[in-house]
Every structure is written in C-alpha cells, then in structure tokens.
C-alpha cells in the first residue's frame, strides 16, 4: 500500500512506558491522537533506529517527542532541530536500544531518507526504572509539549526556521522552552 | 593511555552496538592473558519476583516486556511452560501461526544484528551510520528486510511493538488468509534479500577462530526448533525440556555482577545460531542449505566470527518457512483452545534469535503464580564468550590497543548479546601487570 505522504504532517512519540519517565513521548502523542486534529498522523514507536527511519518514509513534515537525560531539570523541555548534530548527540536516549534517535536520523542523513522537516522535543526526566507511570515534573510537562508541537506542525517550514540560526555547538540548554 | 610493552591499558567508556551498555576487563600478565571479567548481563529478577501473585494467563504479556527486540520468544516460552503446567496442547493451524510469528521475530532481529550492529565491526566502521554512507545499497536491504519481518511479526501479534495478540491457549484473533497473502507478497521479495544477505555476510573477511563448544539447543524430529522438542548438545545431552534445571545451574561468579550458567559436571556451553545450526543442519530447507554451503559453510560451524553468516542462513530458512506456512494456511475455527488452571510446575523452552530461552513456573489451582524462573539465552552465554576472549587475546597481542579492543568486542558481538536488562555502565580494561 503506497500511501502519498508528501503532505502528511507525522507526530511520532518515542518510549517505553514500562520505564517510567521512559513514556513521555507516547504520552504526548497520545494526547495529540486524542485531539484528532485533520492532516495529523500520529505514531508511536520503541525509538528503535531503522523503524523510525521507515515510519517517516515519505513523510514532510516530522516531530519525534522522546524523553531525554543530563539535558536539564526534571521536567525541562528541549527543542532541536535535525540539523543540530551536536545536540542531538548529547541526548541520552533512555531506551534500551543503543540505536536510537540520533542514529536514525545519521542513518536517514546517509541513505537520502530525511523528511523536508524534522524536529525534536527532548523531556527530562528523572525516574527510568522499571514500572510503568511519570514521575509529576513530566507529567505537568505535557500538555505544554502538545501546545508547542502543536505550533510547531501549524507554522510554515521557512517561519519555524526564521530565529532558530544559533550557534550549533551551543550547550544543550539554549532553547530550553520550559 | 601506557604504550609499555609489558603493561597496557585500554578504556572504552560503554560496549558499542550490543542492545543495552556493557563492558569488559581483561588483566594480561607478562604477555599472557591472567583474567577476563565479562559483566554486560543482567538476569531479569524483577520480572521473577513481579510475576508471583499475577495470574497465569499474563506471563506472556508481562514477560514480553523483558526485551524489546525478542518480545515473542518470552511470549513463547512462558504459554509453552504455561500450557504444559495445565496439561494442555496446542496443534495444528494455531502451532503453524506460533511458527509464523516466530519468524517474524528471527528476521527482524538477525537482519538487524548483521547489519547494523555487527557487519561494521568486519569493514572497519565505527557505526552502521559510517558504513551507511559507503554502503547504501547494503543498508536500504536491512531497513526493507526488517520492515518485512516487522510486519509478518504485526499481522500476527497484532501490534509492532509488545504483541497483544499471543495468549495462554492461542491468539485472540487469527488472521484471514488475505492477511496472510498480503505479507507473503512481500515474503517472496525479502527471499531474495536474505539470500544477498548470505553472500554479503559470506564476502566479510573474518578471524580463523574456533573452539570446541558444546553446543546446545532444542532439537525437534520433523523441523528446524522454535518451539519444540528435546534440549540436545553435541556432547552427550539429550533431555526433556522439564530436565532443564536437573543438568544446567547458575553460579554466581564473585567478581562481578554476572551469573555463569554451566552444565553440570561440564561447564560451559554455548547456545544461539551457531549451536542451532550445528545440531539441525539435516533439518534445514534446501534453500537454506545451499545458500549456507555456498557461503563456505559445513553442517557444523565451530567459528564464532562467522556468526553473522549462520544468521543470515538462519534468515533465508524463516522467510522460507513462513511462505511454507502461509501457502498451506487454513484459519481454524477457534483462535484459541481452553486453558484451565491446576496447581503444578510448568517448563518452556523455546530458540529465542539468540539462544535457548528456558522459563519454569509453579502456579496454584486458581493459576497465580507463585514462582517463576527465567534463564536467557545471553546469561548462558557468558562464560563461554568470556574463554572465547581468554583464548582469542593471546593470538592478537601484537595488535595496537585500539584495534585490539575492537577486535574484542567484535568478538563479544559474535553473540548478539542481548543486555538490555543491564543497567550498570561499565569499561572495557585491557590491564597489563
């Protein structure tokens, strides 16, 4: 089934719930899901590197919601763009996979498989063991994430670059939005 | 970082490449290899002690949250022990569905080991994203191939990730046979990838490394095993699944945080693709066979580096077993049989990607359990990869540190280890006294 994705505006929330703070991403993208919006697609995923690069095929306009570690404090909410390697490097992708987001998207880069657009949300959290359920700094987190996601996919791409030309190799913490 | 000739000592922060973190210390002793301290297991113990008081029929769904890339094969083993605790089982178009999903399960994870997690070490790349850059073509073959394998693994459990679909007696649902026909579409595609797997595997130049295993691994009369049949080793072993714990135990090793899984009165023993293949080479496909003997394979491989070719053997044989099931699938009448509790103990093993995966329970006659044991395939195999290292370091020594550890861990990844329990975050030492 060959779906034309050219316009298709993806949301995929990346985790494992059964971590703790681990299930921030899905939590935010069922939150999205819930809200129905037209023109939404809305995924969620383990953040196992190759099936997100084949969850996006085709896709224009991505955001991946992960929950991240060492970035700020609990519950602190980061912004990246695709193009900020280095930043992307610095997350702690708290899966249990070694291949995560910022492999995906060096394997993407690679193969000629990116979207025209793609954006992280990295939230900090702080309790990652086993057990299912968000400690309250990410919980109160979310529905700020859904707003700021929700923004972003509704802006034009050249308006959500304008003022984002930073310097690349700044510290994780500039574009802190929370 | 010391260059001295008599004392080296070699840091990598994390294990690169193997699910999870892990790390290795090896202490050499004027030019000989004195110690080996391999910790990347951690035995799932908080699912053990989760599981008591559950009810009988979650195991299955608890358990598949142990690993995330091999969620079906604790799925397996737990309805097995399960349905061999209530006396029950389970045949014909629902056990051929098991099979299928299982092949899902081994493609998925052997074609995303080949590729991305091992194939880099043999060209020489620090990463799949490095080697992606030169070898494109090789990649996009692992991203469509495990895209086929992850939807072989969703039209039967139901979801891609933590399969719902699977339960004590069968499945909720079973698919229709368009269902089917769809996937087998794609299946008929990937055949040919997994066969060009084969040979690229094949073209990987490897160590001249090999040791005397025992190997170990289920052994079944009429197929290659998933889920059934007798537990058989090279050296005299053949028992039933119920006489596990009477021939295999853990110790735990001073040392460190890992336990050592031996066969009594043996030691140890070695488990995965290269003892699966070794034991049922007859059971294999033609297909299979052919391609394995092409690639300058035997029916017995005792050289942990080619591994990643026995995988890809291993690959071609699950995409051709499940066009095989999927041609004769008829959908049963019911999705699943009847399951009804009694007090007893129940074993299950069946031939996770990595190994044999062994889980016993003891459930009371309402079904909650009330103890549960669970021995995976990478703990089993930790003492052996840690005397293939004791035995691999000597020959290499002339290596320079750097490529000394990577050859270590390449090593290490013979196995596939699945270390996604681990939590602690360790180094590889290369200490010389």
């Keep these: ?178 | 970082m010391s260059t001295n000739a008599r004392s080296r000592s070699i840091t990598v922060d994390a294990l690169a490449r193997v699910e999870g973190e892990g790390g290795l210390s090896i202490r050499l002793r004027g030019g000989k290899v004195a110690d080996v301290k391999l910790r990347i297991y951690e035995p799932p113990r908080f699912f053990e002690a989760f599981l008591r008081g559950r009810s009988f029929r979650e195991a299955p769904d608890i358990t598949a949250r142990i690993c995330g890339i091999c969620p079906i094969a604790y799925q397996m083993s737990s309805i097995h022990a399960m349905e061999a605790a209530c006396g029950v089982k389970v045949e014909g178009a629902l056990r051929a569905l098991r099979r299928l999903v299982y092949c899902g399960e081994w493609i998925e994870s052997h074609v995303l080991h080949i590729y991305m997690l091992h194939a880099p070490d043999f060209l020489g790349y620090e990463s799949a994203i490095h080697m992606a850059q030169d070898h494109p073509q090789a990649v996009q073959r692992a991203l469509e191939l495990k895209k086929i394998g992850n939807e072989l693994v969703t039209v039967l459990g139901g979801r891609e990730i933590h399969p719902v679909n699977v339960k004590v007696g069968g499945f909720y649902r079973v698919p229709t046979r368009r269902e089917l026909g769809e996937v087998g579409e794609k299946l008929k595609r990937a055949l040919d990838l997994a066969l060009e797997t084969v040979r690229f595997a094949a073209s990987l130049e490897c160590p001249d490394f090999e040791q005397d295993y025992e190997f170990v691994s289920l052994r079944h009369p009429g197929e290659y095993p998933f889920n059934e049949g007798r537990i058989v080793s090279n050296k005299g072993l053949d028992i039933a699944v119920s006489e596990y714990e009477d021939h295999f135990l853990e110790e735990h090793v001073p040392h460190s945080n890992a336990l050592h899984s031996v066969r009594r009165g043996h030691g140890a023993y070695h488990v995965g693709p290269l003892a699966r293949y070794s034991l049922n080479f007859d059971r294999l496909p033609r297909v299979a066979q052919e391609a394995a003997r092409s690639a300058g394979l035997g029916p017995v491989c005792r050289n942990p580096f080619r591994s990643i070719v026995v995988r890809a053997v291993e690959t071609v044989f699950a995409i051709d077993e499940a066009l095989r099931i999927i041609a004769a699938y008829e959908p049963p009448e019911r999705a699943a049989v009847d399951v009804e509790p009694r007090a007893s103990v129940g074993h299950g093993a069946s031939e996770a990607p990595r190994g044999l995966l062994y889980h016993r329970y003891q459930i009371d006659e309402k079904g909650a359990i009330l103890t549960a044991r669970i021995v995976p395939p990478t703990s089993q195999n930790q003492k052996t990869i840690e005397d293939d290292l004791r035995h691999f370091v000597p020959a290499h020594l002339d290596l320079p540190n750097e490529e000394l550890t990577w050859r270590c861990e390449q090593a290490i990844r013979n196995y596939d280890p699945c270390i996604s329990c681990a939590t602690h975050f360790l180094k590889l030492e290369l200490r010389g006294d």
């Design chain 1, 1 to 178: 089934m060959n779906v034309d994705r050219r316009h298709t505006r993806l949301v995929i929330g990346i985790g494992n719930p059964d971590r703790g703070d681990d299930g921030a991403g899905r939590a935010v993208a069922r939150r999205l899901r819930d809200l129905g919006l037209p023109g939404l697609e809305v995924l969620e995923s383990d953040g196992e590197g190759t099936s997100l690069v084949c969850a996006w095929e085709g896709a224009h306009d991505v955001v991946l919601v992960d929950a991240c570690r060492g970035a700020g404090t609990p519950g602190s909410v980061h912004r990246i763009e695709a193009g900020e390697a280095e930043r992307l490097d610095a997350l702690n992708h708290a899966s249990t996979h070694s291949f995560g987001v910022a492999a995906a998207v060096g394997l993407a880069r690679a193969l000629g498989r990116m979207p025209s657009r793609l954006v992280v949300y990295a939230i900090e959290g702080i309790h990652f063991g086993h057990g299912e359920g968000l400690s309250a700094h990410v919980d109160h987190a979310l529905d700020e994430v859904v707003a700021l996601v929700v923004r972003d996919l509704s802006r034009a791409p050249d308006e959500a670059r304008r003022g984002r030309r930073g310097d690349p190799a700044g510290a994780l913490r500039r574009s802190t939005v929370r």
